[in-house]
């Protein structure tokens, strides 16, 4: 059975990324899910906060040194230098394992951070995902305006590097399809649908704000099953899927609208590393019984412009749906 498939122009063995999460920071735990599976892993995020907490510091010390590259820093700043720890990650993963590693740079201004893409590819990352996290929360702010941030953002960051960069997008735009093609056309080479926001929630007892990091559900794959089958065919740039997967279901469900790859990370937290080789093995069954031999013979075939009722997609369902509710 032939699982390859191409992400970012990457060739991989298997659909199967890990998604950027908190298991990326042990290089023990990169090594064992390539050894259940996994063809990709993305890192943790690096934060723009972070990266610009250190700058003073990196660019004394090129300065004093003449140096060119943080890598030239002492170690008694290495140690506690978020940036330069996360480099080393790259570099020990790089080393570890022969899937691709693909570094996650978080950020959501246009400032000097985006030039430190250029120390993730010099560091062996063999992509950048993009994570502009972005809460427009003052109020001022036009769509445009947003958007435009994230295309600025974008264009620097290629600028820097010549791997590929990926965006990691949430689904709150107001024209997510349009949004896709312009950073398409900025030269994006592939987009993850999508990046969770963490909510507040209110502690009713202590009247605070609470921070938790819940874990997906499968319900959660329905939003970029929708948005991907829209988007398969109608941007050069790779699409990865994330968000829900807990079972090989999700990820045939992900390849039938039209993803390349598709990410999943609360159900390795959840089963533990080992799962990885669970989903995998559940991916090749469920091809199996349907009698298909390779991934690309799905890719797509349930997309928007693939299904014979398009209209399933759109709001012609959504009338139907609500007219076949109950009705007390
Ligand atoms: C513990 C944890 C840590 C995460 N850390 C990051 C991160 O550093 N950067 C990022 O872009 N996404 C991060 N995510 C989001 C995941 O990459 C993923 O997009 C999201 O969890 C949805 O996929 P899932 O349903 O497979 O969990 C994190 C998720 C979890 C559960």
């Known amino acids: 059975m032939d699982l390859k498939t191409k992400y970012l122009g990457l060739e991989l063995n298997n659909p199967l990324i890990v998604s950027a999460c908190t298991l990326g920071h042990s290089v023990d ?9 996994a063809a990709a892993v993305v890192l943790p995020s690096i934060f723009q906060e972070e990266i610009e907490g ?7 010390i090129l300065a004093e040194s003449g140096a060119e590259a943080t890598t030239y820093l002492p170690p008694s700043i290495a140690d506690s230098s978020g940036p330069q720890n996360y480099l080393d990650l790259i570099r020990k993963a790089r080393a570890a394992v022969d899937i691709p590693v693909i570094a996650s740079l978080n950020g959501t201004s246009l400032t000097g951070w985006t030039d430190y893409a250029a120390q993730l590819e010099e560091a062996g990352a063999n992509a950048i995902e993009l994570n502009v996290y972005f809460l427009p929360t003052d109020l ?3 769509g445009q305006q947003v958007e435009q941030r994230y295309v600025e953002i974008l264009k620097a960051v290629k ?3 010549k791997i590929p960069v990926s965006m990691k997008l949430s689904p709150y735009f107001s024209s997510l399809g349009h949004m896709v093609r312009q950073l398409d056309a900025a030269g994006a080479d592939g987009f993850v649908l999508f990046n969770r926001f963490y909510q507040p929630d209110i502690d009713l007892e202590e009247l605070t704000l609470q921070r938790d990091l819940n874990l ?3 319900g959660e ?4 099953l929708l948005w991907l089958g829209a988007l398969h065919g ?3 740039g790779s699409l990865a899927a994330s968000s829900g997967v807990q079972t090989a279901k999700e990820v045939v469900k992900y390849l039938f609208v039209g993803a390349d790859a598709v990410m999943t990370a609360s159900a390795l937290i959840r089963h533990g590393v080992g799962y990885m080789k669970t989903l995998l093995d559940g991916l090749k069954l469920e091809l199996e019984q349907r009698e298909i031999e390779s991934v690309s013979r799905i890719r797509g075939k349930m997309s928007r412009h693939a299904v014979a009722d398009p209209t399933a997609f759109d709001r012609a369902n959504y009338i139907k749906i609500l007219q076949g ?3 007390g």
């Open 140 to 142: 001022s702010l036009t």
């Open 29 to 37: 735990n990169i090594r064992k899910l390539e050894d259940n599976g």
């Open 234 to 236: 109608h941007v050069k």
């Open 159 to 161: 600028k820097a590097v």
């Open 325 to 327: 509710a109950p009705r």
């Open 216 to 218: 997906s559900h499968r």
């Open 54 to 60: 250190h700058i003073e510091d990196i660019e004394s």
């Open 221 to 224: 794959i329905r939003l970029p």
